[in-house]
Nanobody, 119 residues
């Protein structure tokens, strides 16, 4: 059972930056494909970014492309989301997720961290 704990959320002004972290309990962290999702009030959860376990290939939602960067540090069992040029519409609870097999649903989820961007 993988436990994921997010941190780094907070309140920031439009145009500001935040870096989210997601620490995993699993020592075989490197085998997991990792992703970030977000859910704004009254909206469905949406995909933000993903990083492949082996190749490190990243994929982004169009809404964050060029502003957000997902990365991972396997030695620290941690995945990051660097968020720059933040907009009010980025306000949401951000959660990380993990899975072993591509094409399968994400198996493990963190509880999320709140990001609020003021205008």
């Amino acid at each position: 059972q993988v436990q994921l704990v997010e941190s780094g959320g907070g309140l920031v002004q439009t145009g500001g930056s935040l870096r989210l972290s997601c620490a995993a309990s699993e020592r075989t962290f490197s085998i997991y494909h990792m992703a970030w999702f977000r859910q704004a009030p009254g909206k469905e959860r949406e995909f933000v970014a993903r990083i492949h376990s082996g190749t490190g290939i990243t994929i982004y939602a169009d809404s964050v492309k060029g502003r957000f960067t997902i990365s991972r540090e396997n030695a620290k069992n941690t995945v990051y989301l660097q968020m720059n040029s933040l907009k009010p519409e980025d306000t949401a609870v951000y959660s990380c997720a993990a899975k072993v097999t591509l094409g399968e649903p994400y198996s493990y989820w963190g509880q999320g961290t709140q990001v609020t961007v003021s205008s």
